[in-house]
């Protein structure tokens, strides 16, 4: 009850800073204006090809990579593989290191000229998350982005891409796996009408209330305990047009429970047996706000079950242990005296629950 009384004394002493103060509930009506080009637009499998000096590139995985050359074709289904000559870049920090992926997740930067009918109109940078330990963790991840994509429209768009990945020095034989194209910041802000907001060491009791609280429920929902708002660990801050507090966007989802990656370990500060189990990291809210915050995920509980239910590229076992996982939280957020104690009491381990995680960046 201490840990309590402290943490409500502390968050009502920032109250004046955020609670109540919240930009419009979303900007759907805002890409129904702009165009933002065709390839988010789908959901469909997209089968692109990749040729790149594949041992340069696997190699290159230091502080500061460099640019690749390499060439992009797409399939279509009338006209033939269209060409598109790139540059590639190795990034990311957990998954960049060859002790932890076989092969690094991707910056394609593409050409300003492009061919308007291409897929990729419009697209200029575009993140490739590539196939780690298992290409499970692939479709795993996508569904988490479109699990929040469901949510609120502040939220990176993810595609499904099959890869084939050739040695334009022929030392390697070709290797085809899946990955997903992931949308890239800029354009992200642009579609939600706001700008990018990079100062760090913003305290979440400064962030907009509404979409702060989203985001920790959203995080707890999903197991993941993997990012930071003073630190932007995995976290993207937006400044919205005529908003007076910035937006947060959560991304990289790989460490989270739902997605059930070996690999995933929580922080020891935290105190947790495994990523699969919760824990709220939030700032303790009002229960109006919270109350809004819940009707927002149960709105989308249908269309959130329907991504794993006949999927055919999500095994049967998985598939049962995850909408398990899911009917676990709306049980939480259903029950009052649950959302007391494990999202308001911190599930009795406040002082974890206030851990700061500054990750690799």
């Known amino acids: 009850m201490k840990h309590y009384l402290y943490l409500v004394a502390f968050w009502a002493w920032f109250a004046p800073c955020t609670f109540g103060q919240s930009v419009s509930s979303d900007t759907a009506k805002v890409e129904k204006k702009a165009n933002f080009g065709p390839l988010f637009k789908n959901d469909d499998v997209i089968k692109l090809r990749i040729v ?5 590139l696997q190699k290159d995985r230091g502080a ?95 595609r499904i891409a099959q890869v084939t990945y050739e040695d334009s020095a022929g030392l390697q034989k070709p290797v085809t796996s899946y990955a997903f194209l992931l949308e890239d910041e800029d354009d992200m802000a642009k579609r939600n009408k706001a700008k990018d ?20 429920v959203f995080e707890y929902m999903i197991g993941n305990t993997d990012w930071s708002v003073p ?8 400044a919205p047009k005529g908003g007076k507090y910035p ?3 959560p ?19 935290l105190e947790l047996a495994s990523v699969r189990e919760r824990l709220y990291r939030g700032l303790t809210y009002p229960p109006a706000l919270l109350q809004q915050v819940f009707a927002r995920f149960k709105a989308a509980k249908p269309e959130i079950y329907a991504l794993y239910q006949n999927n055919p590229h999500l095994k049967p076992g998985y598939v049962k242990r995850t909408l398990r996982y899911l009917d676990d939280f709306y049980s939480i957020i259903d029950n009052p005296k649950d959302v007391k104690r494990l999202l308001i009491y911190g599930g009795g381990k406040p002082q974890a629950a206030g851990v700061v995680i500054k990750g690799l960046n």
């Open 197 to 216: 907001y990079t100062i760090k060491q913003i305290p979440m009791p400064r962030i907009d209330s509404l979409q702060m609280a989203t985001v920790a």
């Open 231 to 238: 630190y932007l660990h995995n976290i993207k801050l937006l």
């Open 247 to 249: 937006i947060p966007v």
């Open 52 to 56: 790149t000096n594949i041992k340069a």
């Open 251 to 269: 991304y990289d989802f790989d460490h989270s429970g739902i997605v059930e990656a070996k690999y995933a370990q929580p922080a020891e500060q």
């Open 64 to 158: 500061s990579p460099s640019n690749h050359w390499a060439e992009l074709y797409y399939a279509r289904k009338k006209k033939g593989d269209l060409k598109i000559p790139i540059k590639l870049k190795v990034r990311g920090n957990f998954r960049k290191a060859s002790k932890n992926c076989i092969f690094p997740p991707l910056l394609l930067d593409l050409p300003q000229k492009k061919d308007k009918n291409s897929i990729f109109e419009r697209q200029n940078r575009l993140k490739l998350v590539t196939h780690c330990q298992s290409e499970e963790y692939i479709f795993n991840e996508y569904l988490v982005y479109r699990m929040y994509n469901l949510i609120t429209n502040y939220s990176f768009r993810a």
